[in-house]
């Protein structure tokens, strides 16, 4: 078997071999770009140079770049649990070109690595363009010879990129795998292609125009080239397995904390939904992020309450999540001595948030337990969630996750219009001396820290009004 260790060190040395610089991942937290709440891709660190703003030692890089997809514009929170190829935290290997080689080496590279180092069998990987990319498409027909079988050209929403509104743009290629039918999904570009038969592994970002204001796309000088391949994918692919979370890796943290919950069934989803939190959540910590009630620090406590109350779903109710650290570093250690180097203090952070949550989460549970008895329909009353985000510290979407699991929603305007009237307290309160401030302070879980919180919970919860 190739291990997830393997694999990526069979990656940085394929393009190293081939003039890439080997450039180690960069933090979560982006140091080059203050609007993006987290690296997300491994081009985010490159992104001075792909713009001409850098100028490196080298025109090649190679990387394998740990990346966090829980806001923001990629978001994948709500798709762990649900699919087989879907995390919070993952890691992206990359090989990059800034104004070097363009699409045929690319794609030469990128088809070489899959089936002659990895010995891949074409006829398993379906390859996509972009509808107008008859360039990307000559060369996978003609000079890489291709099956037109396995080939689609598909539409701008996944293949073409863009760093934002004007900037650096292109068509990507993308690489997909097929598991096999007996897993249910379509491929790329057909009607059901939402299943999960047909896993994306690699995408190749062209980088070819600049746009600008008025939408007018001028050809770059220095075309460029940016990948990313999902690791863990990849290791399923190598594994034979069909699931990221039953690679070598994803076992060794699932089976931790299956001991650490006391849960048997280690296909259960809340030992996957835990395995991969605690995966973002030790990272995080390990960049700087620490658990709180705005921007990153939000999302942080999203996810860690996340886990932690899919650990009391398996009848956990003393901490837990913080015994999985170690493990984790064990795991993942020698690739990230970081990792390491922060894991008492990983554990502390993580420990305290589970006892400040453990105090508000099992009344929490029974609230909403009792509210889900007395539902006539199939929608939990707003007030119900606002109850829960206020007095229990309950994030929406951790609301949500439950409803999901029975079936359920989320009554979403009701919330809005409870936050609304709490927003109109607190402004009278302001007004009207401290006496109501105070009690306010008193009735939330935690400080109460103006509007921010309110607000943040506004953007999370737009994302449920579908
Ligand atoms: P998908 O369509 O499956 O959500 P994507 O198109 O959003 O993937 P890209 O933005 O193209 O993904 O990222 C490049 C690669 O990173 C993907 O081809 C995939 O292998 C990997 N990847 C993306 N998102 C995730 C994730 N949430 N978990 C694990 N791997 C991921
Ligand atoms: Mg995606
Ligand atoms: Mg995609
Ligand atoms: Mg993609």
New binding site residues.
């Given amino acids: 078997m190739t291990t997830s260790a393997e694999l990526r060190a069979s990656f940085l040395d394929y393009f190293e071999q081939r003039q890439h610089e080997r450039v180690a991942s960069s933090p979560l937290i982006p140091a080059n770009d203050p609007t993006l709440l987290f690296t997300?891709?491994?081009m985010v660190q490159f992104k001075d140079a792909f713009l001409g703003r850098e100028r490196r030692a080298s025109n090649r890089a190679v990387s394998s770049q740990r990346?966090v997809?829980a806001g923001g514009k990629?978001n994948?929170l709500e798709?762990?649990g649900y699919?087989a190829?879907?995390?919070?935290?993952?890691?992206?290997l990359?090989n990059f070109s800034f104004g070097d080689y363009f699409k045929r080496e690319a794609i030469e590279y990128a088809w070489d690595y899959l089936t002659r180092v990895l010995a891949l069998p074409p006829e398993r990987l379906w390859v996509t363009v972009f509808e107008d990319d008859d360039e990307a498409a000559g060369i996978w027909l003609k000079e890489i010879g291709v099956d037109p079988q396995r080939f689609s050209r598909c539409g701008a929403k996944?293949n073409f990129?863009s760093m934002g509104d004007t900037g650096p743009c292109g068509p990507?290629s993308?690489?997909f795998y097929d598991h096999g039918p007996s897993i249910p999904g379509g491929p790329p570009g057909s009607p059901d292609e939402d299943g999960d038969r047909y896993?994306?592994?690699?995408?190749l970002?062209f980088m070819q125009f600049n746009r600008d204001a008025d939408g007018n796309m001028t050809p770059l000088p220095r075309p460029s080239v940016d990948?990313?391949?999902?690791?863990?994918?990849?290791a399923a692919v190598m594994q034979g397995v069909h699931s990221?979370y039953e690679i070598d890796l994803f076992r060794h943290l699932i089976e931790a904390a299956a001991k650490a919950t006391g849960c048997t069934d280690l296909a259960d989803k809340s030992l996957r939904v835990i395995a991969d939190h605690i995966r973002s959540t030790a990272f995080l910590i390990t960049d700087g992020v620490t658990p709180g009630n705005e921007g990153r620090g939000y999302v942080l406590r999203r996810i860690m309450r996340r886990a932690i109350r899919h650990g009391y779903r398996l009848g956990c109710s003393t901490p837990f999540f913080h015994t999985l650290v170690e493990p984790l570093a064990r795991e993942m250690g020698e690739a990230y001595p970081e990792l390491r180097a922060s894991q008492s203090h990983v554990e502390r952070l993580v420990k305290l948030e589970e006892e400040r949550f453990a105090e508000t989460l099992e009344h929490g549970m029974r609230l909403l337990d009792e509210a889900i008895a007395d539902l006539s329909g199939d929608q939990i009353p707003g007030e119900t969630v606002f109850k829960l985000y206020d007095t229990y510290g309950f994030p929406v979407d951790l609301t949500a996750d439950i409803a999901r699991e029975r079936g359920l929603t989320l009554d979403v305007a009701g919330f809005e219009q409870a936050m609304e009237r709490q927003k109109e307290r607190a402004r009278a309160a302001s007004q009207f001396g401290s006496a109501q401030t105070l009690d306010i302070q008193i009735q939330g879980e935690t400080d109460f820290c103006g509007y921010d919180r309110l607000q943040e919970e506004a953007t999370i919860v737009a994302l449920y009004r579908g």
């Fill in positions: 997300n891709a491994g990346c997809r990629h994948d798709n762990v699919t190829r879907h995390h919070t935290f993952f890691e992206m990359g996944d990129w990507c993308e690489i896993v994306e592994i690699w995408n970002v990948t990313g391949m999902g690791l863990e994918r990849l990221n």
